[in-house]
């Protein structure tokens, strides 16, 4: 059975809230998502310019063709702007019986409002009342009690107020607004009378447009694939976490969360081990060729997630235990793995700030005829002098990788093909190949290695 979400809110024209960040999350969590749509803003991440409200018989309209037709497993509302849409939305969802989970949109991150004032009692006396959950932050709790919401114990005492006075099932205020190292939101459980907490590390971005909207979104996502609502809550606080930390540096104001973030960093993870293994295999059949090529040290080849996700050496998939040389002939000592390179994935994320396309890279042993054949064939070589690195930098543990690529990226004015040094006391000079992918770079190793075998006949 397909799980099926519906999202009963707004669209952001800007597309970081509303339901475009709905459907985003419901398919990042595979689940099959549908709307009801309330209005239309013209929006961007500085602000809310203009709201379209859609007449409130076609949002009610809205939910019944989905509801007849394919069914809904569990809905979400968001912007739910006049006591007429609300009330229209409530018939509908009393009539189909989904669990609901309820975002109390008020504002946007930008202050502007997205409920007019007279709704406020609406919202309260008739949406809040039917939610399986109810998700305000600090500042839409302190509107629903009428208190400031400012601490862990306001945020406590609000969430039980809410449950005791307005009926939701589960309460769940959250602590994106509130202050400390953690971001903690509190959940309440109106029939047990039990706090529950959900913690994360504070991640400090201004990108946070669409946080509500996802969270929201990720717990109905959660409900329709039948997850218990304590397992969907804490899915969707993985899913914001994952979401506010991959955020799109988009816009001059708040930029969007990312709630694709979940799948992409899955996707992609797969199909780097899957582009690792094919040049692994190139190297396999070209091993005696290569094998001329691997140093003491060992060789490695590594590829790193593309730039938005790439912030460390886990980030950098490798081969554990390098290339050896066995009998003459390049051997991958085992498969491709993340976070296993040091080396060749300091290189590599150093060359990722100045190239974010360049993500792959392999060591060989320095040899003077790969750098005159590299040089013929038009590639940009660039060298540094490891004799020169300041006593700063050799003191600190892993910093003379970085210092050197930057070293050479500065000599060529840009990221080289070819970066190479001719060693130190006690250091083996080495030569490292950047390219795009490991393919891209085995095959340049390839064309210089055949390009030295030919001048030799
Ligand atoms: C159409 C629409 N719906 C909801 C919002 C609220 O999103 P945002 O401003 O990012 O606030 P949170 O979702 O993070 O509480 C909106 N701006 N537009
Ligand atoms: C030791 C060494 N120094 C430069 S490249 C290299 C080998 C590959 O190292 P890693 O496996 O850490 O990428």
Redesign the pocket.
């Known amino acids: 059975m397909i799980p099926r979400a519906l999202t009963i809110?707004?669209?952001?024209s800007g597309g970081?809230?509303?339901i475009t960040a709905d459907l985003k999350t419901f398919h990042a969590l595979g689940v099959y998502g549908m709307v009801a749509l309330t209005?239309v803003?013209a929006?961007n991440t500085l602000g809310?310019r203009a709201v379209q409200e859609i007449d409130p018989s076609i949002v009610e309209a809205q939910i019944d063709a989905v509801a007849e037709d394919i069914g809904i497993n569990a809905a979400k509302t968001?912007?739910l702007s006049s006591s007429q849409i609300m009330e229209a939305a409530a018939r509908a969802v009393r009539k189909w019986g989904f669990p609901l989970v309820v975002?109390p949109?008020m504002y946007?991150?930008?202050g502007d409002p997205?409920i007019r004032p007279e709704a406020m009692e609406t919202l309260r006396r008739v949406i809040i009342p039917i939610a399986k959950v109810v998700t305000p932050?600090a500042p839409e709790a302190s509107h629903l009690v009428g208190f400031r919401v400012e601490t862990l114990d306001d945020a406590k005492r609000a969430a039980k107020v809410i449950a005791e006075e307005l009926h939701p099932e589960i309460v769940i205020v959250k602590g994106g607004h509130l202050t400390g190292d953690e971001s903690i939101d509190i959940v309440y459980f109106r029939d047990s009378g039990e706090y529950r907490e959900l913690k994360a590390l504070r991640i400090d971005t201004k990108n946070?447009?669409?946080?509500?909207?996802s969270f929201s979104a990720a717990i109905a996502a959660g409900l329709a694939k039948g997850l218990s609502p304590w397992d969907a809550i804490k899915l969707a606080k993985e899913l914001i976490t994952t979401a506010i930390k991959y955020s799109l540096p988009l816009g001059h104001g708040?930029g969007p969360v990312n709630p694709m973030a979940w799948l992409e960093l899955r996707a992609y993870r797969a199909d780097i081990i899957d582009e690792l293994n094919k040049a692994l295999k190139v190297i396999e059949d070209n091993a005696d060729l290569i094998g001329n090529y691997i140093p003491e040290v060992q060789s490695n080849l590594g590829y790193a997630l593309p730039a938005l996700y790439a912030r460390n050496l886990d980030d950098v998939a490798a081969v554990p235990g390098r290339i050896v040389k066995y009998m003459g002939k390049a051997k991958p000592s085992g498969p491709p793995t993340f976070g296993v390179s040091s080396h060749v994935a300091n290189y590599i994320l150093t060359a990722m700030k100045h190239g974010p396309e360049v993500r792959s890279a392999m060591n060989i042993k320095y040899d003077n005829r790969v750098i005159e054949a590299a040089r013929e064939l038009g590639y940009v070589v660039s060298g540094y002098d490891r004799r020169q690195e300041p006593p700063e930098v050799k003191a600190r543990e892993g910093a003379s990788i970085p210092w050197g690529t930057e070293q050479a990226i500065k000599n060529a004015g840009r990221v080289p093909d070819i970066i190479y040094h001719l060693g130190d006391y006690g250091k083996e000079p080495q030569i490292v190949i950047l390219g795009q992918s490991p393919i891209d770079v085995v095959n340049k190793l390839l064309i210089i290695v055949k390009r030295i075998n030919e001048k030799r006949f």
């Open positions: 809110a707004g669209l952001d970081g809230a509303g209005a803003t929006q809310v968001g912007m975002d949109v946007a991150k930008s997205l932050n946070t447009h669409g946080t509500g909207c708040h």
